[in-house]
């Protein structure tokens, strides 16, 4: 998970007011590192709607939509339309004409 930038003074007195006081503070920013870097939680909002709440950890690897995904990958992920084909045994991903095998290590995950 990407944490390149160290917090800022200012942030890291937030945080620290926070923990000290066992306050709940409510950050609202556009930046996702800076979301990832400061926050506990993070509510991911589209069009007015919360679509994904949890950790950092959870969102950043477990993005609960499309939306999530590319709104949170860092760089930004390109996201690809396709199916999952299993046949004989072996799984692999298909898109527009184009099959991509997958190794042995995606069974587990997939099965």
Same mark, same amino acid.
């Given at each position: 998970?990407?944490?390149?930038? /160290? %917090?800022? &003074?200012?942030?890291?007195?937030? &945080?620290?007011? $926070?923990?000290?006081?066992?306050?709940? @503070?409510?950050? !609202? &920013?556009?930046?996702?590192?800076?979301?990832?870097?400061? /926050?506990?939680?993070?509510? !991911?909002?589209? $069009? +007015?709607?919360?679509?994904?709440? *949890?950790? %950092?950890? =959870?969102? @950043?690897?477990?993005? /609960?939509? %499309? #939306?999530? =995904? +590319? #709104?949170? *990958?860092?760089?930004?992920?390109?996201?690809?339309?396709?199916?999952? =084909?299993?046949?004989?045994?072996?799984?692999? @991903?298909? &898109?527009? +004409?184009?099959? !991509?095998?997958?190794?042995?290590?995606?069974?587990? !995950?997939?099965?």
């Amino acid at each position: 998970m990407p944490r390149n930038r /160290a %917090p800022s &003074t200012r942030q890291l007195r937030w &945080t620290e007011r $926070a923990k000290r006081t066992g306050t709940t @503070f409510v950050y !609202v &920013t556009h930046d996702q590192e800076e979301a990832l870097t400061l /926050a506990d939680r993070i509510a !991911v909002i589209d $069009a +007015g709607r919360v679509v994904q709440y *949890g950790t %950092p950890e =959870a969102i @950043f690897h477990r993005p /609960a939509s %499309p #939306f999530v =995904a +590319g #709104f949170m *990958g860092s760089p930004p992920m390109n996201l690809i339309s396709g199916r999952l =084909a299993r046949e004989l045994g072996e799984y692999r @991903f298909e &898109t527009d +004409g184009m099959r !991509v095998p997958l190794s042995l290590d995606w069974w587990p !995950v997939l099965s």
